[in-house]
């Protein structure tokens, strides 16, 4: 076995060099190309090579038909005026009501799922989640926002989605160093800020345990940090709280995070439950393949994927457990499924992945207008 080019005058500091499943970790190298050569074939680890499911058809079609959506929803005035449910947090109450018109509304919506696919590319690009550079995740990512009418003009979670992947990239910079007190902190600190317009997203938190767990991070210190962020946070709403003497603005947050209304089967369409059933069965899929050709990545990239499954079905589960949030679980869980279904679609390559792949965008454009047909 041969390794080529590992040489610390050449490559950035900051980087981590994994070979297999032994990490070497260093501080001043990191080949951005790694090749094993072996016997029988040269294999590498992450690829400039771009995905060729995407051609300028595909990427013409799918954006068509997503802006299609956005435009059917708008001249139906769709979402708006935006609702507020009883215990909403202080901030997502006020942001609510700054709204004044839906063509508002709709542009700022837009302008936020715009800025989530942004971040999903940055969050897989920086990270290395897929071997192969790709956009697939910001058109995964785009199209299942964009195609279901309960995410639209927007949500909390159109701001929350913010605070989870920004959080979600902090742990994971944070990987292999127990002494990462600041990553954690401050992984817990948008946590904490995010609950201030979505609540729910506090539940990230036993997560964020867990991912510190599995990235070696975990320790006193680290652990310490992750309680001292939102103690910070809600200490400043406690006392602006008491400061209207109106503690419910403190407590009826947390009310609504602890009270739990199981999704009914009546509680959605016939084509609202084939398209989430399709998405969780297609999450599954190319979780199952993750995990069956893990040997495929890196160790470090092999846990990143596995975390992302873990927080995908942990939304899914908490989209059943929310019957009055569940549109806003279903819209966490398109971050971490983009990456994934993108991750099964960009290594898998055949007939057959092609065909499920334009499958998977027509049925989604074609879900969204029978839902719109039964809505009207």
């Not at 094993?36 to 954006?63: D, F, H, P, V, W």
């Not at 063509?103 to 590319?121: E, N, P, R, S």
């Not at 210190?221 to 403190?250: E, H, K, M, N, S």
Request: net charge neutral.
């Amino acid at each position: 076995m041969e390794v080529f080019s590992p040489c610390k005058e050449v490559f950035p500091k900051g980087y981590t060099f994994f070979l297999q499943q032994n990490v070497l970790e260093s501080k001043n190298c990191v080949p951005l190309r790694v090749f094993i050569k072996t016997s029988t074939n040269e294999r590498m680890l992450y690829s400039n090579q771009r995905n060729g499911l995407i051609s300028a058809g595909t990427l013409l079609y799918i954006l068509a038909g997503c802006l299609a959506c956005w435009g059917a929803c708008y001249v139906r005035s769709m979402g708006y005026p935006i609702q507020e449910e009883a215990g909403t947090p202080l901030i997502w109450q006020f942001l609510s009501r700054q709204f004044s018109s839906v063509t508002q509304a709709y542009i700022i919506g837009f302008v936020l799922m715009a800025g989530g696919a942004f971040l999903v590319h940055r969050a897989n690009y920086a990270l290395m989640l897929i071997r192969e550079k790709t956009f697939l995740p910001i058109l995964i990512y785009v199209l299942l926002v964009s195609t279901n009418e309960d995410f639209l003009p927007l949500k909390a979670t159109s701001f929350g989605v913010f605070f989870t992947i920004l959080a979600i990239y902090e742990l994971f910079t944070a990987y292999h160093d127990a002494h990462n007190r600041r990553n954690i902190f401050n992984a817990a600190l948008l946590i904490s800020l995010g609950s201030l317009i979505w609540v729910h997203i506090l539940w990230l938190i036993p997560l964020l345990w867990y991912g510190m767990y599995l990235f070696r991070v975990l320790s006193f210190r680290t652990f310490l940090a992750t309680l001292l962020a939102p103690a910070a946070i809600y200490w400043i709403v406690g006392v602006y709280a008491l400061g209207q003497q109106d503690l419910g603005l403190f407590t009826q947050p947390f009310e609504s995070l602890f009270t739990f209304h199981p999704l009914r089967i009546t509680g959605n369409t016939l084509w609202d439950w084939i398209a989430i059933g399709y998405l969780i069965g297609l999450t599954l899929l190319a979780s199952i393949h993750i995990l069956t050709h893990e040997y495929e990545d890196n160790l470090r990239t092999r846990e990143f994927l596995a975390f992302l499954i873990l927080l995908s079905l942990s939304s899914f589960a908490l989209y059943f457990l929310y019957e009055q949030s569940s549109e806003e679980f279903l819209q966490i869980a398109c971050f971490p499924a983009s990456i994934l279904i993108a991750h099964l679609f960009t290594v898998v390559r055949n007939r057959w992945t092609q065909g499920l792949f334009h499958f998977t965008n027509l049925l989604f454009i074609i879900l969204f207008i029978l839902r719109i047909w039964n809505f009207s």
